[in-house]
């Protein structure tokens, strides 16, 4: 299965300002996946990023507030723009090289203050 | 829309005891399903994928079943471990190409010595 660095594992951020995730993939995938995991809630997808194209967001979830780059097909960010308390999750990203294997990073951990 | 829901939401079991957790969905158009750990800080471990037209899957201690025409799975544990202790999260693939999976909220299980 692949294997995901995922960066940073944690941050503090004040609100207002602007945090990038990145997710760098050890092998070449098309979809990669971003989710969000809000304090003792589950996962809930924010976007799908496909190399070359737009990402499709997720109902509730807009290109604004979580912009996302896919520049090739091993790696992609996702952004968390002018954040609020509310923003504080832990955000994963995940790739599918295919049934039946789904990979996720290992976390990174946002509180917003 | 397709919702999934874990019970219990929390368990507590003394080493060596079986134990089941039970997952079930909404719609049973589904691809697949899937049983995750996620130990704090950590991202998810894949367990156990059942495709649509598989009843069962095992790997060690660990018995997954899928019953897609009542929209239920539950995971078996046999024998537990204080190494078992850890969140168990099912996610359903919804039929299509999208790839996104949709999760429970996860059952926290803690394994006492």
């Known amino acids: 299965s692949a294997v995901i660095s995922q960066k940073p594992s944690r941050d503090i951020c004040q609100r207002g300002t602007s945090l990038t995730i990145q997710c760098q993939v050890d092998?070449?995938?098309?979809?990669m996946f971003w989710y969000r995991q809000q304090p003792g809630q589950s996962l809930t997808l924010i976007a799908t990023?496909?190399?070359?194209?737009?990402?499709?967001?997720e109902s509730g979830f807009v290109i604004d507030k979580f912009p996302i780059s896919r520049p090739n097909l091993t790696f992609s960010t996702l952004t968390v723009s002018n954040m609020s308390p509310e923003d504080s999750s832990i955000y994963l990203c995940?790739?599918?090289?295919?049934?039946?294997?789904?990979?996720f990073g290992s976390g990174t951990r946002l509180t917003v203050v | 829309k397709q919702e999934v829901t874990q019970i219990p939401a929390a368990l507590s079991v003394p080493e060596g005891e079986n134990l089941v957790l039970n997952c079930s969905f909404t719609?049973?158009?589904?691809?697949?399903l899937q049983w995750f750990r996620q130990d704090p800080g950590k991202g998810l471990t894949s367990l156990l994928l059942?495709?649509?037209?598989?009843r069962e899957q095992t790997s060690g201690r660990l018995n997954a079943s899928l019953d897609k025409s009542s929209g239920r799975s539950t995971l078996y544990i046999a024998a537990s471990q204080p190494g078992d202790s850890a969140t168990y999260l099912c996610?359903?693939?919804?039929?299509?190409?999208?790839?996104?999976?949709?999760f429970g909220q996860g059952t926290t299980l803690q394994v006492k010595p």
């Open positions: 995940s790739v599918s090289t295919g049934v039946p294997d789904y990979t």
């Open positions: 059942i495709q649509s037209s598989q």
């Open positions: 996610a359903v693939r919804p039929l299509g190409n999208t790839g996104k999976l949709i």
């Open positions: 719609d049973s158009a589904i691809y697949n």
């Open positions: 990023a496909n190399q070359g194209s737009e990402a499709t967001y």
């Open positions: 092998s070449q995938v098309t979809m």
